[in-house]
């Protein structure tokens, strides 16, 4: 069992930057990749970026890449999602999840078996 808590959203401007993060408890941290996704309203939950156990291999959305930097504390049992250069179109719930039978981080919600409870995020024009 893991339990995922997701920390740092809120309301920024166009252009502004935000840091999420995510605190897992449970099994141990370090053992499996993480993955960051969002759902924007009436749209479904994408992919946004994915992290290696160890931190080594990072994904990302074609929409965030060069924006957004996911990265892991496997000492602190937390995973980061830097967010930069935000955009109104970035608004949405954001979640963390955990991929707790694979090794590199994949896009695929399927592969995660648990889930933080979101955190908003709300980018203004």
């Known amino acids: 069992q893991v339990q995922l808590v997701e920390s740092g959203g809120g309301l920024v401007q166009a252009g502004g930057s935000l840091r999420l993060s995510c605190a897992a408890s449970?099994?141990?941290?370090?053992?499996?990749?993480m993955g960051w996704f969002r759902q924007a309203p009436g749209m479904e939950r994408e992919f946004v970026a994915g992290?290696?156990?160890?931190?080594?291999?990072?994904i990302y959305a074609d929409t965030v890449k060069g924006r957004f930097t996911i990265s892991r504390d496997n000492a602190k049992n937390t995973v980061d999602l830097q967010m930069n250069s935000l955009k109104p179109e970035d608004t949405a719930v954001y979640f963390c999840?955990?991929?707790?039978?694979?090794?590199?981080?994949?896009?695929?919600?399927?592969?995660?078996?648990?889930w933080g409870q979101g955190t908003q995020v709300t980018v203004s024009s």
């Open positions: 999840a955990a991929d707790t039978s694979g090794w590199l981080p994949q896009p695929r919600q399927q592969e995660y078996a648990y």
């Open positions: 449970g099994r141990t941290f370090s053992s499996y990749p």
């Open positions: 992290i290696s156990r160890t931190g080594s291999n990072t």
